[in-house]
């Protein structure tokens, strides 16, 4: 759905991107992260035409762009995009009919989705009289209304609280669910996690990651395992320490194993020395533990 191949682009002298390449596929929830100033931004606005790049290509639906692609993506920017002094029924009508929707149709899918975000009773209110939180459904609203191939979201939990968040959270679940691509853009590692298998990572301009998420946790994870068993660890040849947590002394430890040790040969270790196990876990570090290694690894070069 999404083809970025080799772009390039140059302000004055600030390259904003370098030779960056990744695809987002059908029905995907892909991840897009990176330190501000990264170029993030840049490349959401060359992929959506509005940045022409000066070298490399963008293809959308496995096509360079046309004009007629816009009514096919949907786009949420961080920053506001509504008419404050509007009533929020007239704004979405309006973006909808920018998409190609008929007036018609276009009032149908905003009652629709003013329904499905619990905001039926703010249709008539003016954009500004809403809470910040609220004016963020209305920005999502206003996203989904003309029904998109494609949706761009830019920081889509911005300025709500927790129960609209995980409501936001399980609405782009069902949305990749029914066919429509997404390209997620944010700095909250924990929503990527939870909705990405693939992400790319941009520092500088440049791409540091790119990938599988698991198969990147597992690359930038310690070598390490979260163990509860009876086994006498300072037996095992494998581990290079042990670190209890509290003094309880049933409770699980996380064992550090040698650089040349993996978890299934420790593993082994433990059942064949006889040992009952309760609880046995690779330790995988946190995606955020990670972005900012990898970000800041990339801002000392």
């Known amino acids: 759905m999404i083809r970025v191949d ?14 960056v390449s990744f695809d987002v596929q059908p029905g995907e929830i892909f991840g897009l992260l990176g330190p501000n100033g990264a170029g ?17 290509r963008v293809e959308l639906f496995g096509r360079t762009f046309q004009p007629a692609d816009r009514n096919r993506i949907g786009y949420l920017p961080e920053e506001r995009g ?25 009032r149908t899918q905003a009652a629709h989705w003013l329904e499905h975000f619990e905001l039926a009773d703010a249709g008539r209110m003016k954009v500004e009289q809403l809470s910040k939180g609220n004016q963020q459904k209305v920005q999502i609203v206003a996203t989904l209304v003309a029904d998109p191939a494609i949706l761009i979201l830019d920081e889509p939990l911005s300025g709500l609280d927790p129960v609209s968040a995980r409501f936001v ?8 669910a029914a066919g429509q691509t997404v390209l997620l853009s944010t700095h909250q590692m924990g929503m990527v996690e939870a909705l990405c298998t693939r992400v790319f990572m941009i520092a500088r301009g440049r791409q ?8 990147i946790k597992r690359q930038h994870s310690t070598n390490a395992v979260r163990i509860q068993s009876s086994a006498d660890y300072s037996a095992c040849p494998l581990i290079a320490r042990v670190e209890k947590n509290g003094d309880a002394a049933a409770a699980p430890v996380a064992v550090h194993l040698h650089d040349t040790a993996t978890a299934d040969e420790f593993l082994r270790w433990v059942v064949q020395s006889g040992a009952s196990v309760d609880v046995f876990e690779r330790m995988a570090t946190p995606l955020e533990e990670i972005f900012v290694t990898v970000a800041g690894a990339e801002a000392t070069r």
Do not use: C, H, N, W
């Open 6 to 19: 080799a772009v390039s682009k140059r302000f004055d002298r600030t390259v904003a991107l370098d030779a």
């Open 40 to 56: 993030k931004t840049t490349l959401i606005r060359t992929i959506l035409d509005l940045i022409k790049p000066d070298s490399g």
């Open 82 to 106: 509504l008419y404050p002094r509007q009533t929020v029924t007239a704004v979405l009508e309006y973006l909808a009919a920018l998409k190609g929707l008929e007036a018609a149709k276009a």
């Open 169 to 176: 959270t399980r609405m782009i679940r069902e949305r990749a």
């Open 208 to 215: 540091v990651l790119y990938g599988d998420l698991r198969e």
